[in-house]
């Protein structure tokens, strides 16, 4: 018998193809009357005619988000929100994007609506992760969780293949680490297998057909399910190698948990051998989860090696001792030989060692 708690998360979810359209009478449901659009500069223009569309419900566009959410652009969103008399913002974007708007509601405990372009699942998690000083601090905390996503398939058409790949091995990440997380539950199990599956067809005809709508929303739909992952129970070793990685070497987020997945999951196979079954049953092969994760990132033409990403050799070391310096809930034991023998692999590109 297995003995477990499960929290639900309070979100309300729209998903389907043209939903972006019921933003303003979701905001207006909300009791909301002023709305502060956020964004990346990328994607200003996509912002800039979502607030036309919402008119006077509108009370202007911040297209400053950046990835790990610097405490500054956060200070400048602040003051943009306050002067122009919003009462709520809507993010659009992925998860820099949504940090922001995470950012801003724990400063102002403004109502949060979020549109994600991304499969990175922010909008699914009491979480953020803040940077100041070069320094990432994460916290949890209710006024974090946004409260409307509308996932709307459309916005994700333009996501280029590439990042598609990799911010998908990104959900599926959080997903994995679901599977063997101390308060795993088996709703959350549930939720997992199906997104790893979900994300596991999708992303291979993605990168062939980035139009494919179908595709894209089951890639969708999976990187929601992995999103609940995320937010619902605790993460590990992937998770926290990843956090060391993108801080000491600036690697891209995306790509680092893309090149480092395989490894980490090899690792922990050993201690958790039904989570890397399940993972092999989700992408349906017959050999072990780790291998078909590493064939998975193979056939989307994922980057493989850290080194492609730019970290010096030197830097294996480096990462290996913060990796083990605080301790962290892990099914199996960190062992910093080992550790370092994981990272020196993904820094190569060798598969991951799977006995
Ligand atoms: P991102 O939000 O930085 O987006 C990457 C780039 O892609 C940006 O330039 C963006 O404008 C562009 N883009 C996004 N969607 C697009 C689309 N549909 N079409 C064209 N261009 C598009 O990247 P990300 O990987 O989604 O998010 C990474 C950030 O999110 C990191 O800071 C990470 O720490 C954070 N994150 C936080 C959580 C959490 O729970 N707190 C979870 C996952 C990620």
Known sequence: METFIYNGLATRVLFGSGTSRRLKAEIERAGCKRALVLGTAAQLKTITDLAEELGSLAAGVFAGAAMHTPVQVTEEALIYF???????????????????????????DAMQFVLPTTYAGSEMTPILGETENGVKTTQRGPRIQPEVT????????????????????????????????????PVMSLMAEQAIAMLGRALPVIVKTPLDKDARANALQGAWLAGMCLGSVGMALHHKLCHVLGGTFDLPHAEAHTIVLPHALAYNAAAAPEAARIVARALNVSGDGATALFDLNRSIAAPRALRELGMPEAGIDKAADLAVRNPYWNPRPLQRDLIRDLIARAWAGDPPQTN
């Open 82 to 108: 306050r002067d122009s008399g919003a009462d709520c913002t809507v993010a659009l974007g992925g998860g820099s994007s949504t940090g922001l708007g995470k950012a801003l509601a724990l400063r102002t």
């Open 150 to 185: 509308i996932y709307d398939v459309d916005l994700t058409l333009t996501l280029p293949p590439q990042l598609s790949a990799t911010s998908g091995v990104n959900a599926i990440a959080h997903a994995v680490e679901a599977l063997y997380a101390e308060d795993r539950n």
